[in-house]
């Protein structure tokens, strides 16, 4: 079965360190998302790819940047970790407007 | 995405009773999106609404888009136990893949 995955799961880190999470997609869907949740910010945009070598600046991309190299991939990187961006990362893939597919998550502490 | 205000934050009701949780936006919006997070877990699609007025349903909960495309609603008949988590509308620009989330509205039910 088709499916869309992150890792790690779970990442503690330093402030400065730089930090990179992995999603990757089996849909073979073209548009791929990157969002943060935080408490009383619900989901937020960081990333958005529509194909292969295309990145797009979402609500909050300072201090992260996205490539894609592939249809399967999308990696997300914080450059220099700060504390503000301790946060559930959400990867998302989908090829109809609207119509998204989570991966489960990664939960992200920067100390 | 149009910025869309979502309320109740927050609702508890008994087991068996409605619940209704509202999206709202200044401006019109494209169309709307509604996920469902279940807790510790990641948003899950449920449905889009596309044209004004539009109403769908899935068993117990009856999804409205308003005449104006300025709001919408999603109704739950006699909650159950496994209707806890929060619910998000989301809005997607026209010709756009993109989504911009409510703040979303966490359901707790009482058994």
């Known amino acids: 079965d088709a499916e869309i995955t992150q890792s790690p799961r779970h990442k503690i880190t330093e402030t400065g360190r730089q930090v990179t999470l992995a999603c990757h997609q089996t849909?073979?869907?073209?548009?791929m998302f990157w969002y943060r949740q935080d408490l009383g910010h619900g989901l937020r945009l960081i990333h958005y790819?529509?194909?292969?070598?295309?990145?797009n600046k979402g609500e909050v991309s300072d201090g992260y940047s996205v490539s894609r190299s592939n249809t399967e991939d999308l990696p997300l990187t914080l450059e220099s970790a700060a504390s503000s961006q301790t946060s559930v990362y959400f990867c998302a893939s989908g090829r109809l407007a609207g119509e998204q597919f989570f991966g489960p998550g990664t939960r992200l502490t920067v100390l | 995405g149009q910025q869309v205000m979502q309320i109740p934050q927050y609702q508890h009701v008994q087991e068996g009773e409605d619940f209704t949780t509202y999206c709202n936006s200044s401006t019109t919006l494209s169309n709307i999106q509604w996920y469902k997070q279940r807790p510790g877990g990641h948003p899950v699609f449920l449905i889009q609404l596309v044209k004004s007025g539009e109403v769908k349903k899935q068993k117990r909960l009856t999804f409205q888009f308003g005449e104006a495309k300025k709001n919408s609603s999603l109704h739950i008949t006699a909650t159950q136990t496994t209707d806890v988590g929060t619910y998000f509308c989301?809005?997607?620009?026209?010709?756009?893949?993109?989504?911009?989330f409510g703040k979303g509205t966490k359901l707790s039910v009482i058994p």
């Open positions: 989301a809005d997607s620009g026209a010709g756009s893949y993109q989504l911009t």
């Open positions: 790819s529509y194909g292969v070598h295309d990145t």
């Open positions: 849909w073979n869907h073209n548009n």
